[in-house]
């Protein structure tokens, strides 16, 4: 199984920007679509954006016009791009397979907070 690895979270205001990223230790990018998901507490983790092998992307209705999903296939990593963030947002971020390949096992995630 390839190992994925979440980083960039941090600390910012509203409003503020912020790029995740996802390395991979494979080449699956190419292969299969994966996304982005993000658990808030106390709430169900959630997939937030999507991309193809073919990079056609998709977005949850909370962060369409906001988020950007992208990847680097040569780089093997993919990215998230957040922007006009809000405290809502809050969460911790995770990278994964998309609908409708199969789950792999969780990373340690990326924790995003968005506070004044």
């Known amino acids: 199984q390839v190992q994925l690895v979440e980083s960039g ?3 910012v205001q509203p409003g503020g920007s912020l790029r995740l990223s996802c390395a ?3 080449s699956i990018f190419s292969i299969k679509r994966m996304g982005w ?3 808030a507490p106390g709430k169900e ?3 937030v954006a ?3 092998p073919g990079g056609s992307t998709n977005y949850a209705d909370s962060v369409k016009g ?3 999903i992208s990847k680097d296939n040569a780089k093997n990593t993919m990215y998230l ?3 006009s963030l ?3 947002d809050t969460a911790v971020y995770y990278c994964n397979t998309a609908p409708p390949y199969t789950l792999w096992g969780w990373g340690q995630g990326t924790r995003v907070t968005v506070s004044s």
């Open 9 to 11: 979270g941090g600390l």
């Open 45 to 47: 983790r959630e997939l």
């Open 50 to 52: 999507h991309i193809t």
């Open 66 to 68: 906001r988020f950007t």
């Open 86 to 88: 809000k405290p809502e």
């Open 24 to 26: 991979a230790s494979g």
């Open 81 to 83: 791009q957040m922007n």
């Open 37 to 39: 998901y993000r658990q």
